[in-house]
């Protein structure tokens, strides 16, 4: 049976993109109650909700605000923590150094958002004599690696500014809320969704209005799979209501093989289609509608860029006492500040880059020349960073003291380390899983070591065996 055919209840041609009144007042009502009952408690908003100091507040949420940008809630979570116990007020966060800092951040990768934060405490407590900024603008203004974003999450949910944010969670909801089908990351698309966030966040309560929109994203209106049935906002939603009428519709179409019967059908309660009339540019192409997609067809996917490729070869030099050589790269760039085993980048155009990486050991980190060009090859290590897919070609060698090593000018300085400081300094993710393939290689190795003697002894036993068997065998004789 065809389910009868009904109207949709939304939406009014020509207000498609954009909510009336009432539905901003119904919007709120509804997604703070169902923040109210569905939130999860995480640390930076138990701060935000109960500490009457209000530079401490603003504190907590920047800090975490940075740590989420690029990163998952559940991974934050610890990091948060243990930033917090080290430095509980931006005064602790400025008496500190960068070193330490990007010790404590060492694994969250994105390493500039730590020197930022650092720099940013520097200057609230020299130039802003302790004082956070009250608003998003000043924020913006004073706090460096702070932009529209995290100075709109922070001035809302720490100072209680009515100002809404669009991260991508926000911007995933306002698309299906609002049928918005044009490219997510087109620059009059993006003005369009602040502009529909700053219009629908809640004045008395902003902080938890912009957290509920993030949490509903991250919860419910998933992109990969949204729950519609469980979501507050469904009654509101344009995608919700196009994606039912989409599907009645193809029903009909399905069960009156009769084109005249179907076009009966169709017509007089006709379904309307939720649209724009005339042309526009925030609405889904028809062409581009995939019924098996549903309301997943909101946002429309921007087109992805490819990652560039780039190589290098990372030699692991160890002393016979056990410590490894780590350098500390740049200032400033990929990475900034962080220590890495020495590294040598490696171009397409290098034809033999086996040699190159022979010569610059021996050029530019001091390493003799029979050692250099006798380094035993580890692995291939991919990382993937944000827009680049890096391999790292992983060698070892083994030096002993009288080595006189030294590094490029590159480079900030060099030390050497024992494993266990080397895995609580500030070097990058990416380093650690050099040093792990190492490790996995070199007991592989201990192992097939271990394997071929224990072979060769049982061999030789079962050699033995023989031998002595015949031996008895001649005796009997
Ligand atoms: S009804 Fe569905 S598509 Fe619309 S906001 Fe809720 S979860 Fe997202
Ligand atoms: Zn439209």
Redesign the pocket.
Known sequence: MVKNVRKASLPVVGRLHHFTENEVKVIREKLLCWYDAHHRVLPWRSIAATEPDRNKRAYAVWVSEIMLQQTQVSTVIDYFKKWMTKWPTVGDLASSTLEEVNQVWAGLGYYSRARRLHEGALKVVKELNGEFPNDRDSLIHHLPGVGRYSGSAVSSIALGCAVGVVDGNVSR?LA??RGIGANIAAQSTVEHMWSLADQIVDPERPGDFNQAMMELGAT??TPKM???SA?P??LQ?V??HKSVDEKEKASITNHFKNPEKKKQSLEPSGLPDIECLTDCDLCLRKEDWDNSLG?QNYPRKAQKTQSRQEQSAVVILEHTNGKVLLVQRPKTGLLANLWEFPSIPLTEEMDHWNEVVTECLVKEFGVPSSFASSRTFVADVIHIFSHIRQTYKVYKILVDGQEKLTWPTRYQGGQWLTREEFFTSATSTAMKKVFRAADTCGQKSKNKKNRMDLEGKSSEKKKQKTISHFFKAVQRK
Do not use: G, M, P
């Open positions: 909801v299906r809320v419910v209106c949204a729950s519609c979501c906002l469904r939603c995608a919700y309301v």
